[in-house]
């Protein structure tokens, strides 16, 4: 079955600090690994996205990185601030026929960034 | 900037009222979607559509259908709505093949 696996469900962190999140997949094939950032009562917004030929993307302080044997993917966010506080959202693509993807999204992280 | 524009923010509907959920983009994709969304799961997909009159069942279209009449515009509705859909339903269009998808702010729907 394909399912994308977020831990920790909800994280709390202070200011300053790092943080990873993780992500594991059984997605099979997949096309690409994307982390989305949404905070409370918006759409997600694409942080980064990688094929499985690219094991890690910035994006300011957000590094993905991905390891597609393992099938495992982690988000890192560097100097947190508290407009980092969102969840975080793993989705991987799995290819169908056509060439048109379909997303299998995480139930995503929820950060919380304290003073 | 492109744009996925979802007409209500907040929508609150009685049980067996027909409900209209509008989706609009700026940006000529081809591709639609109609996602929802709950606490402790990942986004579903409900309904896609790859172009205009054309549309496919997602994961979850019981008690969905959608409209494509035109190609910017993207209409979910809820024949009769029930205390179980009540949700975030979060719209989401791309160009075919492409990498990204835009999604909209969502539509928190709650019917009572």
């Known amino acids: 079955k394909n399912q994308v696996e977020q831990?920790?469900?909800s994280l709390i962190i202070l200011e300053g600090?790092?943080?990873t999140l993780q992500?594991?997949?059984t997605v099979s094939p997949f096309s690409n690994l994307?982390?989305?950032k949404q905070d409370t009562g918006r759409g997600p917004v694409s942080l980064t996205i990688m094929t499985f030929s690219e094991n890690t993307?910035?994006?300011?302080?957000y590094t993905a990185t991905l390891d597609a044997d393992t099938k495992q993917s982690s988000l890192h966010i560097t100097a947190s601030q508290l407009s980092d506080s969102a969840s975080y959202i793993c989705v991987v693509s799995l290819p169908l026929s056509g060439g048109?993807?379909?997303?299998?999204?995480?139930?995503?992280?929820r950060l919380a960034v304290h003073p | 900037d492109v744009k996925v524009t979802q007409s209500s923010r907040y929508l609150v509907k009685r049980t067996g009222e027909k409900v209209f959920l509008e989706c609009v983009q700026d940006m000529d994709h081809e591709n639609m979607f109609w996602y929802r969304q709950d606490p402790g799961l990942g986004l579903r997909l409900i309904y896609f559509s790859y172009d205009v009159k054309m549309k496919e069942k997602g994961d979850i279209p019981e008690g969905y259908s959608v409209s494509r009449e035109k190609k910017e515009r993207f209409s979910l509705i809820l024949e009769s709505a029930s205390t179980n859909q009540t949700s975030m339903y979060l719209c989401a269009s791309t160009a075919p093949r492409a990498g990204g998808y835009?999604?909209?702010?969502?539509?928190?729907?709650?019917v009572v």
């Open chain 1, 7 to 9: 831990s920790p469900q």
């Open chain 1, 17 to 19: 600090k790092n943080c």
């Open chain 1, 23 to 25: 992500c594991n997949y």
């Open chain 1, 34 to 36: 994307r982390w989305y």
């Open chain 1, 57 to 61: 993307k910035s994006n300011g302080r």
């Open chain 1, 100 to 109: 048109y993807n379909k997303l299998i999204f995480g139930a995503g992280t």
């Open chain 2, 102 to 110: 835009t999604f909209g702010s969502g539509t928190r729907l709650t």
